[in-house]
């Protein structure tokens, strides 16, 4: 039976970067986890998930894997057929099925308000690149954080290829099929709308969901302690070798 202390793996999504998990990691430290806050590449999902599974065949212990938005679609990617990963948390972050992709996920249901505070610019190795407007970023993104620290994220995000929102998930059993997963978001939530963060965790047969009222999208830095609760809880639930499902 599996009693090792796991891995807890950060993986960040689009217009974050991987200090965005800093409240979240002090926690995880507190309680003496070891934690990777991945530097999500961006670039496309095939290859963004290519690199998260070099990053994990490196770690030498059980993984919680943890997506924020986009990089919901890269755990999922990734971690299909992979024994070491034991827990899937996803933090406002999208689950896809085969297929499926943010864009598309993003407009199934009414609410989001993201595709208007875009700017798009080519870049050189083909196609387009996204990031919000510095003006939006605040409402759009972190509406429950101060104007000044929302300045300070918008100022450090990581824009995304256009391809990487397009591209549907490549696997054919998505990862939540497999492991186990929690599910923690805001009903405030601007880039993914709340009726799909509850069609996604019912999909999945989330262990647990937890909805935080009034959060934006940016809830590892306004709501560390919600994030950081689902992913303990996890973590206490798969320990001993009750990984999969």
């Keep these: ?107 199934r249901f009414p609410g989001s308000t993201l595709g208007e505070a875009l700017t798009a610019y ?33 100022a450090t995000q990581r824009p995304v290829t256009e391809i990487a929102l397009t591209t549907g998930l490549p696997t054919i059993i998505p990862a939540w099929q497999e492991i186990p997963s929690w599910f923690v978001y805001g009903d405030a939530d601007l880039n993914i709308p709340v009726a799909l963060h509850r069609f996604m965790a019912h999909r999945a047969g989330a262990k647990a969901t937890h909805e935080v009222a009034g959060a934006s999208h940016a809830l590892s830095v306004s709501q560390p302690d919600a994030v950081t609760a689902s992913i303990l809880d996890a973590a206490r639930a798969t320990t001993g070798g009750a990984a999969r499902r």
């Design 122 to 154: 080519p870049i050189s190795q083909g196609g387009n690149e996204f990031a919000i407007r510095s003006e939006a970023f605040h409402l759009q993104f972190a509406a429950d954080v101060s104007q000044d620290r929302a300045a300070v994220m918008s």
């Design 1 to 107: 039976m599996m009693t090792q202390q796991p891995t807890i793996v950060l993986v960040h999504g689009a217009f974050a970067e991987s200090a965005s998990w800093s409240g979240v990691i002090e926690r995880l430290h507190d309680h003496n986890f070891q934690v990777v806050a991945l530097a999500n590449p961006l670039r496309g999902l095939p290859g963004d998930a290519a690199y998260l599974r070099d990053v994990l065949a490196e770690i030498d212990a059980p993984v919680i894997l943890v997506g924020h938005s986009y990089g919901g679609m890269v755990i999922t990617a990734a971690a299909a057929g992979n024994a070491k990963v034991t827990a899937l948390v996803y933090v406002c972050a999208f689950a896809p099925a085969a297929g499926e992709s943010a864009l598309e996920l993003s407009t």
